[in-house]
């Protein structure tokens, strides 16, 4: 199976400062159909998760701006431009590429 | 407006067995794969099941392969979990999802499902 190892599991941000969550997969999660199927879910507290980022870099529709995703073959980053309150909660990243598809284990933003 | 409804979580014991539902509105059900994923309280995310438009691939996470059976009635709009052979391990809250690659995703808003005795 994929191994998505994301880094840090916890993270303290003040509110405005930029915040920074990294993904790693244990191996290449490009498809042959060159598309690398990687994405970022939010989860609130209380709430079921919500899709922010897929293929990497894509925003979701109504997700803001100051969300951006990057990275290419194992190594990902998920970065927030200026955290705002509403931004609690845990990120997780997906691959869909490979079945199983993995997701990382989650990292606590905390503000 | 899109919904997805699960129900059919409950309190069973070792060994016992649950039937989960979906029942999905607002956009065309068998248009793409559907999912279940599961989430143990406070930990993280697991994807259990998938199942093709047509039924006629499955996916399962190797933990649940020969117990857990994914099926879908697209005349009615409905997915399912059928769960055999529960452990205390499948204690979990389980969300149907729609989660395509590129395409709008949804998901439910879960069922708790406890195994204990």
């Known amino acids: 199976d994929v191994v998505m190892t994301q880094s840090p599991l916890s993270l303290p941000v003040t509110l405005g400062q930029p915040a920074s969550i990294s993904c790693r997969s244990s191996?290449?999660?490009?498809?042959?159909?060159?598309?690398?199927?990687l994405s970022w879910f939010q989860q609130r507290p209380g709430q079921s998760p919500r899709r922010l980022i897929y293929t990497v870099s894509h925003r979701d529709s109504g997700v803001p701006d100051r969300f951006s995703g990057s990275g290419s073959g194992t190594d990902f980053t998920l970065k927030i431009s200026r955290v705002e309150a509403e931004d609690a909660g845990v990120y997780y990243c997906?691959?869909?590429?490979?079945?199983?598809?993995?997701f990382g284990q989650g990292t606590k933003l905390e503000i | 407006e899109v919904q997805l409804v699960e129900s059919g979580g409950g309190l069973v014991q070792p060994g016992g067995s649950l039937r989960l539902s979906c029942a999905a509105s607002g956009f065309t059900f068998s248009d793409d794969w559907m999912n279940w994923v599961r989430q143990v309280p406070g930990k993280g995310l697991e994807w259990v099941a998938h199942?093709?438009?047509?039924?006629?691939?499955?996916y399962y996470l190797d933990s649940v392969r020969g117990r857990f059976t994914i099926s879908a009635d697209n005349a009615q709009n409905s997915l399912y979990l059928q769960m055999h052979s529960l452990r205390a391990d499948d204690t979990a809250v389980y969300y149907c999802a729609r989660l395509p690659r590129t395409a709008d995703t949804y998901w439910g808003q879960g069922t708790v499902v406890t195994v204990s005795s």
């Open positions: 191996q290449s999660v490009v498809h042959g159909d060159r598309n690398t199927y």
């Open positions: 997906l691959q869909s590429t490979v079945w199983p598809y993995t």
């Open positions: 199942i093709s438009p047509d039924g006629s691939e499955t």
